[in-house]
């Protein structure tokens, strides 16, 4: 005998329902939808996998109403209508599961709030006993008599001399990466694109060859940066739900969901092997990037440490050209500089006694640090600011060695070229201002006229520079700046765009924004 199921995502009555092995019943195509979405996670136990050959057909006496004959036109406004339908009951219960956790952080938070009064309570009751107790100490003090003066041996100004300098780099770090600046300067010149690296005229030919849409959660939606891992089509997205999404675009799926800190991701970088994220919660975690081997085309993330900067926000990562360094910057000015043992083993887990993230020196920039940017050879470090200025790090001699003016809004964001000669920096002003390092002079200013550019990117070759720009892409080429090319279309950017990144071997780029979608940008099969 047949009966109604209900289905547990939109709690309406199922037309073909399906049976999941955790018991759940759903229809049929809005559980395929989700399970797209979420790189087949089951929607109630995240941490079980529930594919398509897992589920299991029901039977229903539930009649759906076949709708009468209708004009070709009408019909096809049916099957819009029922997508558009679908889709909002996907979200609507992404927005119930997004409401559950906003709750049970409210109550965590309000949780603490009350022990913090507690514990406030009583610090105040055993000062004021310390206080009542000094005030019965101190007439019986003035009776007895004074004490003799006590010799004390003072150092002499050799012996303070002698102190080891504590906000150093040490010498063996140092020597680490002069040995790799020498190595890297010297092969710079020598840098060959790849023979099929696509010219101008190519790039100008970009169209959307992937897109990915609802990249996080809809309660705090919006990507706000964007790297991607060298030598391949991983895409690292850092939101505003305070995770960072891994999108492979091989084989266009999501494979991994980076969470951990409290508040929206803020900044990214990544190599090969390590992924940094930093957020407005103060603190930049690291993942070491594991690939798989050749006969697995998977790959996975294990968290392996973080580090908490001086007060405010994280307001840039970057990982040194060594692979063993991470410099953190804080929105309050400091500039933290770290080792990082991507080799340290660890489980995933928060276990910070097994830290591979070690704090070696703090450099403190004296004013509100917007982003930062690493030079290809790794001993200079530009950090952008709110008042519009660049600050330049030398740190080989650990010194600040210049610092430059050319904006009229906060610094958004920083690119060193793979020449070594030239960097670029952008601003909420919408300005993108190229700069000559070795003169460390203005080259040229670009205005966007659809406000601020909140990311500015060399590729590879140093002869091409991309920014956003509104809800696109602008990609212009480096010293002859009126060609340049817009990246936009009307229904797959419909925000503004906040992150963009270059592809392997420049045969892509990436861009994500406010709308929650992400867009690789390359040939099409159509214009091939």
Not at 238 to 247: E, M
Not at 366 to 375: Q, R
Not at 452 to 474: E, H, I, P, R, W
Request: charged fraction near 20%.
């Amino acid at each position: 005998m047949s009966t109604a199921f209900t289905c547990a995502l939109s709690g309406q009555t199922c037309t073909t329902p399906v049976a999941s092995p955790s018991g759940q019943i759903y229809e049929r195509r809005l559980i395929l939808t989700k399970l797209t979405e979420n790189n087949n996670t089951d929607p109630f136990q995240p941490n079980l996998t529930l594919t398509e050959d897992q589920l299991i057909s029901l039977e229903s006496n539930a009649s759906p109403i076949t709708p009468p004959a209708r004009a070709p036109t009408v019909s096809s406004l049916l099957d819009v209508l029922q997508k558009e339908h679908d889709a909002l009951l996907l979200e609507l219960f992404d927005a119930r599961q997004a409401l559950e956790e906003t709750r049970r952080e409210l109550s965590q938070a309000l949780y603490q709030n009350d022990a913090a009064v507690r514990v406030i309570s009583r610090l105040v009751m055993e000062r004021d006993a310390a206080h009542a107790k000094l005030q019965n100490i101190a007439p019986q003090q003035a009776l007895t008599p004074a004490p003799q003066p006590m010799e004390v041996e003072v150092e002499t100004e050799a012996e303070v001399k002698e102190e080891p300098q504590s906000n150093k780099i040490g010498e063996a770090d140092m020597s680490i990466m002069v040995e790799t600046w020498k190595k890297l300067s010297k092969t710079r010149k020598k840098r060959a694109v790849a023979a099929d690296y696509p010219q101008f005229d190519t790039i100008s030919t970009f169209a959307p060859a992937d897109t990915k849409s609802n990249l996080h959660k809809t309660n705090k939606p919006g990507s706000t940066c964007l790297t991607a891992v060298p030598k391949t089509k991983l895409v690292v997205s850092g939101g505003n739900d305070k995770i960072a999404v891994v999108y492979d675009g091989a084989s266009q799926t999501v494979v991994g969901k980076l969470s951990g800190h409290s508040k929206a991701v803020t900044s990214v970088d990544a190599t090969e092997e390590l992924i940094v994220t930093g957020s407005a919660d103060g603190s930049a975690r690291c993942y070491r990037v594991q690939h798989a081997s050749s006969d697995d085309s998977g790959v996975s993330f294990d968290y392996i440490g973080s580090v908490d900067v001086d007060g405010g926000a994280c307001a840039g990562v970057c990982i040194h050209p060594t692979g063993k360094y991470v410099i953190v910057a804080s929105s309050v000015g400091k500039i933290v500089f770290c080792r990082v043992n991507i080799s340290s083993s660890s489980n995933g887990d928060e276990d910070t006694s097994a830290n591979a993230v070690q704090q070696l020196v703090v450099f403190d920039t004296e004013t509100t640090v917007t982003c930062i940017g690493m030079h290809p050879d790794g001993l200079i470090l530009g950090a952008g600011t709110a008042d519009g200025k660049l600050k330049i790090l030398d740190l080989k001699s650990q010194k600040f060695a210049s610092t430059l003016e050319g904006h009229n809004g906060a610094v958004t964001s920083l690119s060193f070229s793979e020449n070594g000669y030239h960097f670029s920096s952008s601003s909420d002003a919408g300005e993108v201002n190229v700069w000559d390092l070795r003169k460390l002079k203005l080259m040229k200013t670009l205005t966007c006229d659809a406000g601020a550019v909140y990311q500015v990117q060399f590729d590879f070759s140093g002869k091409n520079l991309a920014y956003t720009s509104g809800k696109g892409v602008t990609v212009c080429v480096v010293k002859d700046w009126e060609k340049s090319v817009e990246l936009v279309t009307d229904t797959l950017h419909k925000n503004t765009v906040m992150g963009i990144v270059w592809g392997l071997d420049g045969q892509w780029i990436a861009s994500a924004g406010k709308d929650r979608n992400l867009v690789l940008w390359g040939v099409t099969a159509q214009d091939a």
